[in-house]
């Protein structure tokens, strides 16, 4: 399930609610970066696609730890 929000500067943002979601928009062709922002309590995962800013939030440390390292490795290495 996604929620699309337009932010401040007009930009299209979606969120993702499961993790598998997250895995499929982040091999598509036209993603162009994952970044990761930890804070206290969660974890945010954005991938920047051609339309779109993806975001998945997690509260649970061991699944994002778990998810940064399954990440597809050769195509975003400056992570």
Known sequence: ??????GFYGF???????IKDFLLTARRKDARSVK???SKDVV?????????????????SE?????KLSRP???YPDL
């Not at 399930?1 to 337009?6: G, P």
């Not at 299209?12 to 499961?18: N, P, S, Y």
């Not at 699944?63 to 998810?67: R, S």
């Open 36 to 38: 990761i922002k930890r």
């Open 63 to 67: 699944k994002a730890d778990k998810l």
């Open 73 to 75: 490795q050769t195509r």
């Open 12 to 18: 299209k943002l979606k969120q993702i609610r499961e």
């Open 44 to 60: 945010k995962f954005k991938v920047r696609c051609s339309k779109y800013l993806y975001t998945l939030c997690v509260f649970d």
């Open 1 to 6: 399930m996604e929620i699309q929000i337009v």
